[in-house]
């Protein structure tokens, strides 16, 4: 399984942006996936996971604001970010088990 994320990009704080994860390979052994963010100079934070049975979890920080998805069809996991914050502003990252798509960046201005 291969993941390419994209649809990260500078936004104004208050505004809204959808990160995508793309999965390719064997996407069909895919079961929950997840979104992670890593802020400048800080470790990497636990956003949001999609289990396979279509639970959705937040961690409190967007829970209200971020809502996870998947579009089977597409093999595509999204992330919806609203309200954002000049804090959301981090390399965001998109896994399935152990494997780590490469990040796409967002950045939140005031």
């Known amino acids: 399984v291969q993941l390419q994320a994209s649809g990260g990009g500078l936004v104004q704080a208050g505004g809204s942006l959808r990160p995508s994860c793309l999965a390719s390979?064997?996407?069909?052994?895919?079961?929950?996936m997840a979104w992670y963010r890593q802020a400048p100079g800080k470790g990497r934070e636990w956003v949001a996971s999609?289990?396979?049975?279509?639970?959705?979890v937040y961690a409190d920080s967007v829970k209200g604001r971020f809502t996870i998805s998947r579009e089977n069809a597409k093999n595509t996991v999204y992330l919806q970010m609203n309200s954002l914050k000049t804090e959301d502003t981090a390399v965001y990252y998109c896994?399935?088990?152990?494997?780590w798509g490469q990040g796409t960046l967002v950045t939140v201005s005031s």
């Open positions: 896994t399935a088990g152990s494997v």
């Open positions: 390979g064997s996407s069909s052994s895919i079961n929950g």
């Open positions: 999609i289990m396979s049975g279509g639970r959705l």
